[in-house]
């Protein structure tokens, strides 16, 4: 029974870059509502893993499953159902430039999902309106700051009706006082249910949210558990050490 509940599984998956092995046999599961959170120093392999859970990076080995079904990579038609149904939300928004906000939204509607014109308009409005930018429909992305570009590139995610979103740094590209308006859309979609895997450095904002944390580190997740646990007070668990750092690295650019 429980197993039903399953939309992602990922068994073993190992990665090459440039001579070195960035992914070291990564395993996860991910229940349907859930969040799950990647934390870890920079050159872990969280991005690496979001591009090679959607294939966008191929794994060297390993399986991914979508809803109970493997992903062939050599499939094209494997390939084209997973990207349907898994949204990607990139560090430095991924927007057309030559496209308004809407056109946005609405490009893939047509070109992947095959809808009108008229229909797929209504839909990207909707997803607009959804993340706060209905009224930014006819801006180009030059005129959009950082944090609207970002929303975006989520009302263009979740378009798609997506089983699961993959966010990779969702806020590193934003200034401070934007990064506030994209974690709020983030905290309505898991309030609303969305199955989410995200990297993120936002600790104290994903510990409120997710029902796990994967510390990742030299290309393995070395260390899981819900956030209370692993950041609980005398903790001396890998990731308490390492968001002790980041608080003492955010308190420093403050003072």
Same mark, same amino acid.
């Given at each position: ?35 799950? $959170? ?16 959607? /294939? ?33 939300? /990139? ?39 959804? $993340? ?72 104290? /904002? ?50």
């Amino acid at each position: 029974m429980q197993n039903e509940s399953v939309v992602l599984r990922v068994e073993n998956v190992v990665k090459h870059l440039g001579g070195q092995r960035i992914l070291d046999e990564v395993s996860l599961t991910v229940k349907k509502g859930r969040l799950k $959170v990647l934390i870890g120093p920079s050159g872990a392999g969280k991005s690496t893993l979001l591009q090679c859970i959607n /294939f966008l990076l191929p794994p060297d080995e390993g399986k991914v499953f979508l809803d109970g079904r493997e992903i062939n990579p050599k499939s094209r038609k494997d390939l084209l159902w997973l990207r349907q149904r898994v949204g990607m939300i /990139f560090q430095d928004f991924n927007l057309f430039d030559h496209l308004t906000a809407m056109e946005n939204v609405r490009v893939a509607l047509i070109k992947v999902k095959k809808m009108d014109k008229r229909t797929a308009t209504h839909r990207a409005m909707e997803e607009l309106a959804r $993340v706060g930018l209905a009224d930014k429909a006819g801006l180009y992305p030059a005129q959009l700051s950082g944090g609207q570009k970002q929303r975006v590139s989520v009302a263009r995610a979740l378009a798609m009706d997506p089983a699961v979103m993959l966010l990779d740094e969702p806020t590193s590209a934003l200034d401070p006082e934007l990064i506030g308006e994209v974690l709020a859309v983030i905290r309505d979609l898991a309030d609303a249910g969305m199955t989410m895997i995200m990297a993120t450095h936002q600790i104290g /904002f994903s510990s409120s949210l997710a029902d796990e944390f994967l510390f990742m580190e030299k290309g393995r997740i070395i260390e899981r558990g819900a956030p209370s646990e692993l950041l609980a007070r005398g903790s001396c668990s890998r990731t308490m050490a390492f968001c002790a750092k980041l608080s003492e690295l955010s308190g420093e650019m403050g003072g």
